[in-house]
């Protein structure tokens, strides 16, 4: 008598396609430069509540918790805040060389600065978006979030980005947006259409 044996086949499992796999995995960094209480942090958590429901991962570098937390030590001196800014550039490409989205809505009010964030991220691979939230301070002073134009208005503080410390804006960032025009959804409709124009959405 010859025992006969029947396999049993189990279904392949499907593999995640290309785009699917992408969605999770690529990181990219998207620095939102602009005055203070011009919207850069609101439309950055818009944005991340957006692609954390597409499957993301997504971090958002916020300014003031960095300054807690990583640069503490700092003032407000041109060479602390282009240290401060180096440093969250330098966490930013650790994130997104890992496969992480990292939102930064942190003023960055140097030129050289922001390039040499950009620079780093180049020499990593990295992808690096620069967005400037273009609120005219006129705009920025009404919303006044913080209560920090009042309080430089009243000589209580100096050295506020755009009224008495300078801002240099963005020549040729790779989206322009105008919050005081529009809501914040399509603030972050439009950095989501960009990101997608960029295959990391």
């Not at 290309?18 to 944005?47: C, F, R």
């Not at 597409?54 to 700092?74: M, N, P, T």
């Not at 990295?126 to 009042?150: F, I, M, N, Q, W």
Request: glycine fraction near 8%; hydrophobic fraction near 35%.
């Amino acid at each position: 008598m010859t025992a006969t044996t029947t396999a049993s086949t189990t279904a392949p499992t499907a593999e995640p396609t290309n785009s699917q796999e992408q969605q999770v995995t690529t990181g990219a960094t998207v620095w939102l430069t602009g005055l203070p209480s011009a919207g850069k942090t609101t439309i950055a958590y818009e944005l991340a509540g957006r692609l954390r429901a597409e499957g993301h991962r997504v971090e958002v570098l916020d300014g003031d918790e960095i300054r807690e937390f990583l640069s503490a030590g700092l003032g407000f001196s041109r060479a602390d805040r282009d240290t401060n800014v180096r440093r969250i550039g330098f966490l930013a490409e650790l994130l997104s060389r890992n496969g992480v989205k990292a939102l930064v809505p942190v003023i960055a009010p140097y030129a050289d600065s922001r390039a040499a964030v950009r620079g780093r991220h180049e020499a990593g691979g990295t992808t690096y978006l620069e967005v400037h939230v273009a609120t005219p301070v006129e705009v920025c002073s009404e919303r006044d979030v913080k209560g920090l134009y009042a309080k430089q208005a009243a000589g209580e503080i100096s050295g506020l980005t755009g009224v008495d410390d300078p801002y240099e804006a963005p020549e040729a960032p790779d989206l322009r947006i105008e919050s005081h025009t529009q809501t914040v959804q399509e603030s972050a409709a439009a950095l989501h259409t960009l990101l997608t124009e960029r295959g990391l959405a």
